[in-house]
């Protein structure tokens, strides 16, 4: 095998029957014989500290298999960033949007097999920061909408309906939509309502709002709501499921290595709520090893 050290993080109350996949991923490794250690989060933000702690203890030879959803993946990401340590993703959680990404096997014994086997590529993370903090992301960032959805997700609602506590969510939202219009500050100025700066393809599962975003490609691609309309926008998010959004009126979508949104909105990274506007947003390239198939 080509690592010494296989370090496993696992989130149990992800969503899915995520403790049941990782105690069958933990099986697996055994099986196959691979000495691993397996880390299981307690609280938010121990899985960014179990990643630091190796980045900081670690150089070669040693992997980091994520099982969890896209929160968990954040949190070993921005751990891990900046190291020459792999990691690789078991599709759990709610969504596990990065799963559907890099396209996964759903089967854990492929999972495992390609998190150990799987060609490891160097990618760019956007980072983003306002007054009070700065993270890094590695899907996406979400202003306006669907950061006011993220926000307004019932804490017990997740804990027990997981992603059907986002839809009601989004849906509480829609009828509610009353936004601030946003800034958007790149080599040019725009105006718009929900932004969303894209770093992979798929959103929200396997929905593309931003086709052409990829991992590898060193930009964001952005999306531009211009509709302050309930109506307008429920059209363009039904759009969204049949890849037609980006032909829509008061639409836009360009190419971006930076920008800055200001206004009055709430902001989402990798599904997860970061906080308020106005934000600065750019690409960190080359900052984190990525297992692919």
Do not use: W
Not at 274 to 286: A, H, Q, W, Y
């Amino acid at each position: 095998m080509k690592y010494d050290r296989v370090f496993l993080i696992g989130n149990p109350i992800a969503g899915g029957g995520a403790l049941n996949k990782i105690e069958r991923a933990s099986e697996i490794l055994r099986q196959k014989g691979v000495s691993f250690e397996r880390l299981l989060t307690k609280k938010q933000g121990d899985a960014e500290q179990f990643a630091r702690k190796i980045r900081e203890k670690y150089t070669e030879r040693t992997l980091v298999i994520a099982a969890g959803g896209d929160g968990t993946y954040n949190e070993i990401v921005n751990g891990l960033a900046h190291s020459q340590i792999p990691l690789a993703i078991l599709p759990m959680g709610t969504t596990s949007v990065l799963a559907k990404e890099l396209k996964i096997p759903k089967d854990m014994e492929k999972a495992v097999d390609l998190a150990l086997n799987g060609n490891v590529e160097r990618v760019h993370l956007g980072k983003i920061k306002n007054k009070e903090k700065s993270r890094l992301f590695i899907l996406m960032a979400g202003i306006g909408f669907d950061g006011q959805a993220v926000y307004n997700v019932n804490p017990r609602e997740k804990r027990h309906l997981r992603k059907i506590a986002y839809i009601l969510s989004g849906i509480k939202t829609l009828l509610r939509y009353d936004p601030d219009e946003l800034k958007i500050k790149n080599s040019v100025s725009k105006k718009a309502y929900t932004v969303v700066v894209s770093k992979a393809a798929c959103y929200g599962g396997s929905f593309k709002i931003a086709p052409n975003a990829n991992l590898r490609s060193p930009n964001f691609y952005v999306f531009l709501s211009k509709t302050d309309s309930k109506i307008k926008l429920a059209f363009q998010i039904f759009a969204v499921l049949f890849g037609r959004h980006l032909k829509m009126k008061k639409t836009d979508y360009f190419s971006a290595e930076s920008l800055k949104v200001t206004g009055d909105a709430h902001v989402q990274i990798d599904g997860d709520y970061f906080g308020k506007t106005p934000v600065e947003i750019s690409l960190i390239k080359n900052a984190l090893n990525l297992v692919f198939p």
